[in-house]
């Protein structure tokens, strides 16, 4: 069955940097492009990045913009998400969550079940 | 970026109909037909029920409905159920190729 598990997450001093992995596995992750969703403590959920299937188009959410930067292995399945300059108000469970189409704004039908980013001294 | 606007909550009993509105601009939700609903229950991940405004996913209920007018996207439960209970988020794409969510509606069974 389809699955997708996050890792990497933990706990960061503000200005520190975290890699987020996302491995997949039950689809063909070549096809499809996935997205970063995240949310902090109690909040609502908040857009981060997407990459097509093929990593050639990459969008990211204004606030992440110079600091984050997604990208994807095919041959191992894998997307990841690279993190700098974080801020406390990073602090949030990141998703990976697959589109159902290629290039993206097919809905997000399948979602990890995250990992948690703390971002505190 | 502005995060599209849901009322914060919506309360029925059960076997009513309830409908959640989601609000953008001409720049989102009122440019084209990427919107999609989400259903999450505590601690759990979200679940999409809706994309393309009207589209149902595999295995979600055909008690899920969607429309859209202008710039605001509606989710329609109908027959209304304890299960349903939970937050539901809209999304949208967007003209500067990105995506942006809702602030969240919490669904209230009474």
């Given at each position: 069955q389809l699955q997708l598990v996050e890792s990497g997450g933990g706990v960061v001093q503000p200005g520190g940097s975290l890699?987020?992995?996302?491995?997949?596995?039950?689809?063909?992750?070549?096809?499809?492009?996935?997205?970063?969703?995240?949310?902090?403590?109690?909040?609502?959920?908040?857009?981060?990045?997407?990459?097509?299937?093929?990593?050639?188009?990459?969008?990211?959410?204004?606030?992440?913009?110079?600091?984050?930067?997604?990208?994807?292995?095919?041959?191992?399945?894998?997307?990841?998400?690279?993190?700098?300059?974080?801020?406390?108000?990073?602090?949030?469970?990141?998703?990976?969550?697959?589109?159902?189409?290629?290039?993206?704004?097919?809905?997000?039908d399948f979602w990890g079940q995250g990992t948690l980013v703390t971002v505190s001294s | 970026?502005?995060?599209?606007?849901?009322?914060?909550?919506?309360?029925?009993?059960?076997?009513?109909?309830?409908?959640?509105?989601?609000?953008?601009?001409?720049?989102?939700?009122?440019?084209?037909?990427?919107?999609?609903?989400?259903?999450q229950h505590p601690g759990r991940a979200?679940?999409?029920?809706?994309?393309?405004v009207t589209k149902r996913p595999s295995g979600v209920s055909s008690r899920f409905s969607g429309s859209k007018s202008g710039d605001t996207a509606s989710l329609t439960i109908s027959g209304l159920q304890a299960e349903d209970e939970a937050h539901y988020y809209c999304s949208s794409y967007t003209r500067s190729t990105s995506w942006v969510f809702g602030g969240g509606t919490k669904v209230t069974v009474l």
């Open positions: 890699r987020l992995s996302c491995a997949a596995s039950g689809f063909t992750f070549s096809t499809y492009g996935i997205h970063w969703v995240r949310q902090a403590p109690g909040k609502g959920l908040e857009w981060v990045a997407f990459i097509s299937y093929d990593g050639r188009n990459k969008y990211y959410a204004d606030s992440m913009k110079g600091r984050f930067t997604i990208s994807r292995d095919n041959s191992e399945n894998t997307l990841y998400l690279e993190t700098n300059s974080l801020r406390p108000d990073d602090t949030a469970v990141y998703y990976c969550a697959k589109d159902a189409g290629a290039r993206g704004g097919y809905g997000l | 970026q502005s995060a599209l606007t849901q009322p914060a909550s919506v309360s029925g009993s059960p076997g009513q109909s309830i409908t959640i509105s989601c609000t953008g601009t001409s720049s989102d939700v009122g440019g084209h037909h990427y919107v999609s609903w989400y259903q979200p679940k999409l029920v809706l994309f393309f």
